[in-house]
């Protein structure tokens, strides 16, 4: 049984993502008005994290191949699958909270 190559890229992204998630404690402590809260201060770095790879990458599709702005529905660049998959990933992860939050009794979950 062969995986499809998007379904690898959005567990990949999902996996990346929410191992960025799980750092970013770690990484970017959170100021004192958003201790209580830490769930969403990892939500929103992660979430910026996400806008910028995926603008940066929308951004090199339109660069690369400039008949995009001519032609949004016929035409896409070959990496636009793997843009969409990447974000399908986060967005997964993003969703994943509601179900299990990591590790914080506060998370969007929490009581």
């Not at 999902?14 to 100021?31: G, S």
């Not at 770095?45 to 008949?67: D, I, N, R, Y």
Request: glycine share 12%; proline share 10%.
């Amino acid at each position: 049984m062969a995986f499809s190559p998007g379904l690898l890229v959005v567990a990949g992204s999902f996996a990346a993502f929410r191992l960025l998630n799980r750092e970013l404690e770690r990484l970017v402590p959170p100021p004192p008005s958003a201790r209580r809260n830490r769930w969403k201060w990892r939500n929103v770095w992660t979430s910026l994290a996400h806008s910028v790879l995926s603008g940066s990458g929308a951004l090199a599709g339109f660069c690369l191949h400039p008949g995009l702005s001519e032609d949004l529905v016929g035409t896409h660049p070959p990496g636009a699958h793997s843009l969409v998959a990447v974000s399908v990933g986060e967005v997964a992860r993003a969703g994943s909270h509601q179900f299990c939050p990591m590790g914080d009794p506060q998370g969007p979950t929490g009581a």
